[in-house]
Antibody, heavy 120, light 110 residues
Framework: QLQLQESGPGLVKPSETLSLTCTVS??????????WGWIRQPPGKGLEWIGT???????HYNPSLKSRIAISGDTSNNQFSLWLSSVTAADTAVYYC????????????WGQGTLVTVSS | QSVLTQPPSASGTPGQRVTISCSGS????????VYWYQQLPGTAPKLLIY???QRPSGVPDRFSGSKSGTSASLAISGLRSEDEADYYC???????????FGGGTKLTVL
């Protein structure tokens, strides 16, 4: 059974870089035709796609965040990570990782999510 | 302001049928599949409908999706108290080259 779990600091200072890791169990992140995504949800608000990593290592990023984000995979630990630089209070959100059926497809399953607060 | 437009709220009584709309445009719903997610209070979203009208295994057939032109709908029949949740539509947008979500609809079971 495929499961994903986010981990990382719950508090990040403004202007610093947010770093989160998603640990995947039940499948290899390099399995052919598997994609892996990050989605966030500010408190009380809706969902926003951040970006997706393909099994080949190719990435697709939300154009509105592209200048500040990077996503990469660690096959030895079967994890993929998100870095978001120059954070502000607007980046405070619950961050979810999920398997992405394809860059144009659906997210399933999702991790439980981790709250990241940007504050000094 | 979300690219896909959903009503902020919807409601119904147990046993009723409710529908939630999702309005988009040609580059997104008009050209690509629509997906629906259910987010129960305090939990992560869960895939409810994929490729416009397909249900993942385990999703009751009370839930159905449809798409026409640049709009999509989620219908829930035989409404139950456990259906009280936030519902989000999503699609790929060819112009933005990214996944876009609706703003979400909070469903209340009266």
């Amino acid at each position: 059974q495929l499961q994903l779990q986010e981990s990382g600091p719950g508090l990040v200072k403004p202007s610093e870089t947010l770093s989160l890791t998603c640990t995947v169990s039940g499948a290899s992140i390099r399995t052919t035709s598997h994609f892996w995504g990050w989605i966030r949800q500010p408190p009380g608000k809706g969902l926003e796609w951040i970006g997706t990593l393909s099994y080949t290592g190719i990435t697709h990023y939300n154009p509105s965040l592209k200048s500040r984000i990077a996503i990469s995979g660690d096959t030895s630990n079967n994890q993929f990570s998100l870095w978001l630089s120059s954070v502000t209070a607007a980046d405070t959100a619950v961050y979810y990782c999920a398997r992405h059926d394809s860059p144009r497809g659906y997210f399933d399953p999702w991790g439980q999510g981790t709250l990241v607060t940007v504050s000094s | 302001q979300s690219v896909l437009t959903q009503p902020p709220s919807a409601s119904g009584t147990p046993g009723q049928r409710v529908t939630i709309s999702c309005s988009g445009s040609s580059p997104n719903i008009g050209s690509n599949y629509v997906y629906w997610y259910q987010q129960l209070p305090g939990t992560a979203p869960k895939l409810l409908i994929y490729r416009n009208n397909q249900r993942p295994s385990g999703v009751p057939d009370r839930f159905s999706g449809s798409k026409s032109g640049t709009s999509a709908s989620l219908a829930i029949s035989g409404l139950r108290s456990e259906d009280e949740a936030d519902y989000y539509c999503a699609a790929w947008d060819d112009s933005l080259s990214g996944v876009v979500f609706g703003g979400g609809t909070k469903l209340t079971v009266l």
